[in-house]
């Protein structure tokens, strides 16, 4: 099959390109299409021609955007199936133009958060074959407002990336990319600076590093807290994280929005996939997927917290849990009970489930 991959990028991030290997693992052959880094090409040319100056870059890309459109239908007239990884700046319009030559693919990474910013974020899955979303809640108001079919898909790791390398060194590690701070995002989230401190009232044996598009990282004293300068490791490289995670105990994480449902980031498989225990904000769903309640009947595969005091508190008992084994909840134990599941959520998974809606 040839797969026309349309994603929001202005290079092969890493993701993608753990998708593509994962596509091209299971046989078939993938066209990689960076909208971001398109547009801007393909603007920066057409001002050129018209000796256009002084635009800004999103004046440039909207520059690009007819012949970018007109690339893109090509693309899908060659292709079985594109997938449309986001992509907020291709109209809907186009997308419903591709649908009528080749299977349609919609996945969003960014939502509930995306809907709240995206203007196409309903119509563009609507005008799909299938549209999935990282949150079930999303992928049935995609259903309800237009999508042939709405389907919750979490995202996956590479365990060719992410797998454990060397042994516990400090108690606590938060590899993050934005600060999500309360000046900002409200209450809608958790401002991770308040994560870090609550963290540090507990343990100093912390790292934290930043990631992303940001060079100085998130945490860095100079973006979050003074504080945190003697814990700040500095930027990580997405495929050295696998190091950061394996480094620490616990693992913290979490999330834009706290109003999905089964809504899980990438960030949560990696640290799975290093068999590490994963410590994340609590979202409707969590538990049933990892048992995460310490007094379940399910063996815990994540600690989960819902509240900064709360965090504080699962920290503690977890770094003072000392008997390992089934039904216990040392580090240790959640990480391992935890890897033992994470194979069903690797990128190949992920993407036999997309395949096997349109085959």
Same mark, same amino acid.
């Given at each position: 099959?040839?797969? @026309?991959?349309? =994603?929001?990028?202005?290079? *092969? ?5 753990? %998708? ?17 880094? !398109? ?8 001002c050129a021609?018209?000796?256009k ?17 007109n690339?893109?239908f ?9 997938? #449309?990884?986001?992509?907020?700046n291709v109209?809907?319009e ?6 009528? %030559?080749?299977?349609?693919v919609?996945?969003?990474?960014d939502?509930?958060?995306?809907l ?9 899955p609507a ?11 999303? =992928?049935?108001?995609?259903? =309800?407002t237009?999508?042939?079919?709405g ?5 996956g ?5 992410h ?19 309360? +000046? #900002?995002?409200?209450?809608?989230c958790?401002?991770r600076r ?7 009232d ?8 930043g ?7 998130w945490?860095h004293?100079q973006?979050?807290d003074?504080?945190?300068?003697p814990?700040?490791?500095?930027? #990580?490289?997405? @495929?050295?994280?696998?190091? =950061?995670? &394996?480094?620490? !105990?616990?693992? #913290? ?6 109003? /999905?449902? *089964? ?5 949560t498989?990696?640290?799975? /996939? ?17 048992? &995460?309640?310490?007094?379940? &009947?399910i063996?815990?595969r $994540?600690?989960?917290?819902? &509240? %900064? ?7 503690k ?5 000392? !008997? +390992? ?6 580090p240790?134990? %959640?990480?391992?009970?935890?890897y ?10 992920? $993407? ?8």
């Amino acid at each position: 099959m040839k797969i @026309a991959f349309v =994603a929001s990028a202005y290079t *092969k991030a890493e993701a993608f390109a753990s %998708v593509i290997k994962s596509f091209e693992r299971l046989g078939h052959k993938v066209y990689y299409y960076p909208v971001y880094q !398109k547009s801007f090409d393909i603007g920066t040319q057409e001002c050129a021609k018209t000796r256009k100056t002084g635009l800004n870059d999103h004046e440039i890309k909207q520059a690009g955007l007819p012949q970018m459109y007109n690339e893109i239908f090509a693309l899908a007239t060659k292709c079985d199936m594109m997938l #449309i990884w986001k992509a907020e700046n291709v109209h809907p319009e186009i997308v419903r133009r591709c649908s009528q %030559v080749t299977k349609t693919v919609y996945y969003s990474w960014d939502d509930p958060y995306q809907l709240e910013l995206d203007e196409y974020a309903l119509s563009r899955p609507a005008a799909c074959h299938v549209a999935f979303s990282w949150c079930a809640k999303t =992928a049935r108001i995609y259903e =309800a407002t237009g999508a042939k079919k709405g389907l919750w898909l979490p995202p996956g790791y590479d365990p060719e990336v992410h797998y454990e390398d060397g042994d516990p060194e400090v108690d606590v590690c938060f590899v993050a990319t934005n600060t999500y701070c309360k +000046e #900002i995002y409200g209450d809608k989230c958790f401002d991770r600076r308040d994560l870090v401190r609550a963290i540090l009232d507990v343990t100093k044996s912390v790292e934290l590093y930043g990631q992303g598009t940001e060079p100085l990282g998130w945490l860095h004293p100079q973006h979050g807290d003074p504080s945190f300068a003697p814990y700040y490791k500095g930027f #990580i490289q997405f @495929a050295e994280s696998r190091k =950061a995670y &394996s480094r620490a !105990k616990l693992c #913290i994480s979490s999330h834009v929005r706290r109003s /999905g449902q *089964k809504y899980f980031n990438e960030r949560t498989f990696q640290v799975i /996939g290093c068999k590490r225990a994963l410590v994340v904000d609590d979202n409707p769903g969590h538990d049933d997927m990892f048992g &995460s309640r310490l007094d379940s &009947s399910i063996f815990p595969r $994540c600690y989960t917290y819902k &509240s %900064v005091n709360e965090l504080k508190d699962v920290v503690k008992k977890a770094l003072s849990a000392t !008997k +390992e084994g089934p039904g216990f909840v040392t580090p240790k134990s %959640v990480g391992q009970a935890a890897y033992g599941f994470s194979k069903e959520y690797t990128w190949d998974r992920f $993407c036999e489930k997309i395949l096997k809606e349109v085959e």
